[in-house]
């Protein structure tokens, strides 16, 4: 039961970046997917969450410019980011959990962590 984030790397301000987060050994299907980021020295933080049903949610920072999306069928949730700001410049992390309004302690798999810089 693995969870695989990807998709990270270096771009510049304005710049867009597409995450993918695959599940192996279970499927994604019933499970909310949260995408949380953890930048240098300071704590994990929830950008974005989308439910078994389709409900979303985002940060008020990413709001506008970043859209999570599933693809059952590839049994992978996306996390597409636009208009990139230095100070979205974290690791990128994604999660299961059974709520999107949950604390990030009741996320239970987490991928391993993809790197976003945004710098010129």
């Known amino acids: 039961v693995q969870l695989q984030a990807c998709g990270g790397g270096l771009v510049q301000p304005g710049g867009s970046l597409r995450l993918s987060c695959a599940a192996s050994?279970?499927?994604?299907?019933?499970?909310?997917i949260g995408w949380f980021r953890q930048a240098p020295g300071k704590e994990r933080k929830g950008v974005s969450c989308?439910?078994?049903?389709?409900?979303?949610d985002y940060a008020d920072s990413v709001k506008g410019r970043f859209t999570i999306s599933r693809d059952n069928a590839k049994n992978t949730v996306y996390l597409q980011m636009n208009s990139l700001k230095p100070e979205d410049t974290a690791v990128y992390y994604c999660?299961?959990?059974?709520?999107?309004?949950?604390?990030?302690?009741?996320?239970?798999?987490w991928g391993q962590g993809t790197l976003v810089t945004v710098s010129s």
């Open positions: 999660a299961t959990g059974t709520w999107c309004y949950g604390s990030i302690g009741s996320f239970s798999t």
């Open positions: 050994g279970f499927s994604l299907d019933y499970y909310v």
């Open positions: 989308i439910s078994s049903d389709g409900e979303l």
